[in-house]
Nanobody, 125 residues
Framework: IQLVESGGGMVQPGGSLRLSCVAS????????MNWVRQAPGKEPEWVSA????????YSANSVKGRFTISRDNAKNTLYLQMNSLKPEDTALYYC???????????????????WGQGTQVTVSS
């Protein structure tokens, strides 16, 4: 499978970015999709998820109300609209296929072959 993210960059606090992830090599419209981020020296953090049809979305409390996940199954593309960005949002953002689960406060992610290469988001004044 191939997942190619784009749209990252450097932005000032309060700014916005829109990430995209183009998928190929699997049936995109049958797949749960996620955005996961990882800051330097920290564990990966689940950000947001969307079901195959796009009607159900879920977001971490840290981004709720600021980030919106969406998808266009006709274009095999996943999106993350990020508004009101904060310095603590600085991380490498990954597009991930499959289900992300949590148990006893620990995240369980799909294997790395289901991850894209990531796109860097830096929020700084």
């Amino acid at each position: 499978i191939q997942l190619v993210e784009s749209g990252g960059g450097m932005v000032q606090p309060g700014g916005s970015l829109r990430l995209s992830c183009v998928a190929s090599g699997f049936t995109f419209d049958d797949s749960d999709m996620n955005w996961v981020r990882q800051a330097p020296g920290k564990e990966p953090e689940w950000v947001s998820a969307i079901n195959p049809g796009g009607r159900n979305t879920y977001s971490a409390n840290s981004v709720k109300g600021r980030f919106t996940i969406s998808r266009d199954n006709a274009k095999n593309t996943l999106y993350l609209q990020m508004n009101s960005l904060k310095p603590e949002d600085t991380a490498l953002y990954y597009c991930v296929r499959g289900q992300v689960t949590t148990y006893n406060g620990k995240w369980s992610f799909p294997p790395t072959e289901f991850w894209g290469q990531g796109t860097q988001v830096t929020v700084s004044s």
